[in-house]
Each structure stands twice: as C-alpha cells, then as structure tokens.
C-alpha cells in the first residue's frame, strides 16, 4: 500500500494559529527577516528544528506523573540508568540538560589550546564548545559528500585515509578522541555505516585515541544499516544501536533528537577516571550526578522514550515520511541532497534561487520566501550559519522533521508550498547582515532585505 499511516493515533490536539500572508509580511519584518525571532505561535508548521520538537506518548507522560523528584538517589534516574545501559552497554552514565551540557563538559576535560578533535562534520554546538575551549575542531567527511546528487547510501561517513593523514600530520598526542556523528546532521542527516565506524575504530586502535559518538540520532542511524549495509536486514534497530554503541568509548547525546523528549542529554564515558572528572563538573554547573540539570520526570521521559524510538513500526515510518517528502519536491524540480536523511530534507538554495548571490544569502531568501507563503519556519545551513569565519560548502536551508508531532496531510501541505516557491522564485529577495554577534550568529543576527 503507499499511503504512509502514522504508527499511533492522536490523543491530546495542540491548534495550530492560521496566519494571513499579509500577517506574515509584518511578522517578517518585526523579525528582522531571522526565523528564530519570529513566536512560535506565529508558525503554521514548524521545521526549523527536530530538537526538542518531539511528540511525547502516553506512555512517557505516564512516566511525568511518576518521576521521583528526590535531590539525590532519585528512583527516575536508576530506571533511566538501566534503560540506557541496556540498550547500549554504558553503566557509566550522566544526565544533562542537553547535548551541547555533555559537550563543554567534555572538552572542557579534554579540549584545550593544541589539541585537534576530528569528526566526519561537527553540529555547530560541539564545535563552538571545542573551539570554546581552545582546541580545533576538523571536519574529515567523505568526497561524495560534497556532491548533493551523489546517492552515496553512507554518505555521513568519516573519510578514513583523511583521519589517518591527520594524525601523522598532527600527531596523536594533540588528538585526544574521535567523534563520529550519527547520523551526521551537518551533511544532510546522512548515516554513518558500520563498515566505517568500525574502520576508524581500528584507525583509534592503532594510535591509542578514543573514539567517541555524538550519538544524537542513534536509532535513525541504526534503521540506514539496517536498510542498506549487507548483513543487518534481519538485526533488530536495537540490536545494531548496540553493536553502534559497543565500537564507542563514550558519547554525548541529546535526548531532544532520538530520545523523543522536549528536553535532556546524556554523557556516557567507559573510563572511570574521565567519568569521575565529568561528573564533579556535573556538579559544578548543571546538578548533582542523580539529575544533572533535569527533573526527575524529564528522566522518566528519556526512558521510556529510549525504549519507544527503536521501535521498527516508529522507524520505518519515520524514514520513509521524510524520504516521501525528498522525492515530492524532487519531482517538483528542487534539488536537495540526495538521498534523502534521517531528519530532515536540505534544499539547495543556491540552486533555488541562483539570481541571488552568496553574499546575499539565498538560504536566508528561501527561508524567509517559505515563511511568506506558507507560515512554514526552515533553517538556513550556509553562509549565515557558517559565519563571516568560515566558508560554507553549500547554501542550503533544512526543512527539519519533529518526530510525531505532525501528520502526512502536514507533510503534503509542506511539499505542496516548496513547489509553489519554486515557481515563483524568481521573486525571492537577497539579504544583507544589519546587526550579529561573533559566534553562533544565526541565532540572534538582524536581515534587511537587499
Ligand atoms: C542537537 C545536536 C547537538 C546539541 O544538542 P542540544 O541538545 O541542542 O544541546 C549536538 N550534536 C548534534 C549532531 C545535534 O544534532
């Protein structure tokens, strides 16, 4: 059958506020043409981020009501404890209240001026924390990631001949882990194979560095191998999260992704001694080692989304909605990156809108063009993110998937709006930079349209 059908019904309804393209015009502007200045409530469907975007279960609100909010020893956090240890073999476990928390703690232990940290790409938070700290962070992602239609079916893999080349060139001693991002959000929420975690495990191996997973989409990763590495059709998501997981020897993760909630993170590390330094600076900034920085009821959360997210009912369905989504505006004639991720749909904005040029930011135009028309909210991952710094390899804008949380007809509507842009792209209007901050300046910079 093709008709994709949500894995659940729907139990508790949120409205959603229709707006006039008029009302948009002035919300824009009040905006300073930045989406994440504009209220949520002034959105009609909502793809700048899948972080925190989640649809809790009935089950994970039932968890909410039993949260055992003692300061230390707290029963959620030992439920939460045995749920992760069992799906990924990590006893040593800390809560925090999101990713980026487990990352400054990290690299705050083992960062610091001299020190290099690879990953196939770094998501913007870990790599403001490393360079935060005063290390430097590397992107080692393969070639064919540079290519949007390349339909490479691992293409969030780590380039293996780079790394090793890296660490004759820097030596070992200034690269104190590997990251490997899964799956790698910076390049189109692409997976990373196990072939390949497995080979630059055996790269760590051979030169005595830890490897660690930003382990944020996990169980979407986990789904890839299963559908496309020789082996594992018949292994459980579960099962290859594990063997995921086994290869590691820590990672940082945010719960807002693939453990389904609004809000949390986690920080696994296999070493005692490490652990035992992450978690006094646990203490020192987010909370004692029972809570980290959250509420009892945000760990009951976690666990029972941890339990729900590999469910292969929830991810067949997942996948194959934002794959749906790629081919709709594929065949409407906008190119993205192919095929398409886990969480998301990138759109080629300069290939949207080649009247506009860089320096006028055609992802930002699209973004503000998609919001215009439709009330839809996107991201731009080009040259605003990167920064006045950093050269973007592609202009693209993300149209970035909240699990659960909206339904086909939704996801319609969104391919039905990106078509109707395209044909009128040729009215999408540049942008130029009135006001932004040093780092991170997608955040908070204020547009003036060009
Ligand atoms: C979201 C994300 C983070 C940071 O997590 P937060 O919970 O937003 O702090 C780090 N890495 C990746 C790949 C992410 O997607």
Redesign the pocket.
């Known amino acids: 059958m093709k008709t994709i059908i949500e894995p659940f019904r729907v139990k508790s309804v949120e409205p959603i506020r229709m707006t006039t393209r008029q009302q948009r015009e002035t919300i824009l502007q009040d905006a300073h043409f930045n989406p994440f200045l504009i209220h949520g409530s002034d959105v009609i469907i909502d793809l700048l981020t899948d972080?925190g975007a989640a649809a809790m279960s009935s089950e994970q609100w039932a968890g909410i009501m039993r949260g055992d909010e003692s300061y230390a020893g707290s029963e959620s956090f030992y439920r939460l404890r045995s749920v992760v240890e069992d799906l990924t073999g990590f006893d040593r476990v800390l809560p925090t209240h999101?990713?980026?928390?487990s990352?400054r703690i990290l690299f705050e232990l083992v960062g610091g001026p001299g020190m290099v940290i690879p990953n196939n790409a770094h998501?913007d938070?870990?790599r403001a924390n490393i360079e935060h700290s005063g290390a430097e962070a590397v992107n080692l992602p393969i070639p064919e990631a540079a290519d949007p239609t390349n339909r490479h079916p691992f293409k969030g893999n780590m380039d293996v001949e780079a790394l090793e080349s890296l660490i004759g060139r820097v030596g070992r001693q200034r690269i104190p882990l590997v990251m490997l991002?899964v799956t790698n959000?910076t390049s189109g929420g692409q997976p990373v194979s196990m072939a390949n975690i497995k080979a630059v495990r055996r790269i760590c191996d051979a030169h005595g560095i830890q490897l660690y997973l930003?382990a944020?989409?996990f169980a979407e990763n986990a789904w890839f191998i299963r559908q496309r590495e020789e082996g594992y059709a018949d292994r459980s998501p579960r099962d290859i999260a594990r063997e995921m997981f086994d290869l590691a020897d820590g990672a940082?993760v945010?719960a807002?992704?693939d453990a389904l909630v609004n809000i949390g993170?986690l920080l696994l590390i296999r070493n005692a001694d490490l652990f035992l330094k992450a978690s006094n600076l646990l203490i020192l900034t987010e909370g004692f080692v029972t809570y980290g920085g959250l509420a009892g009821r945000d760990l009951e959360a976690i666990a029972q989304g941890l339990r729900e997210v590999v469910e292969p009912d929830y991810l067949g369905y997942r996948i194959r909605s934002v794959e749906y989504l790629g081919q709709r505006l594929l065949e409407s004639g906008i190119r993205i990156i192919e095929p398409p991720g886990g969480h998301a749909i990138y759109i080629d904005a300069a290939h949207f809108a080649p009247h506009i040029p860089r320096e006028q930011f055609p992802g930002q135009a699209l973004v503000c063009g998609l919001y215009r028309w439709a009330g839809i909210r996107s991201c731009e991952i080009g040259s605003v993110m990167a920064g006045p710094a950093r050269h973007a390899d592609m202009e693209l804008v993300r149209l970035a998937i909240p699990r659960r949380s909206y339904t086909q007809s939704h996801i319609d509507y969104v391919a039905e709006a990106c078509a109707e842009v395209f044909k009128a792209r040729a009215h999408l209007r540049g942008l130029r930079i009135v006001d932004a901050p040093e780092v991170l300046r997608h955040f908070t910079a204020k547009f003036a349209e060009v």
């Open positions: 972080s999101q990713g980026r928390a990352e998501f938070t870990t991002t959000n930003d944020c989409r940082t945010s807002k992704k993170g």
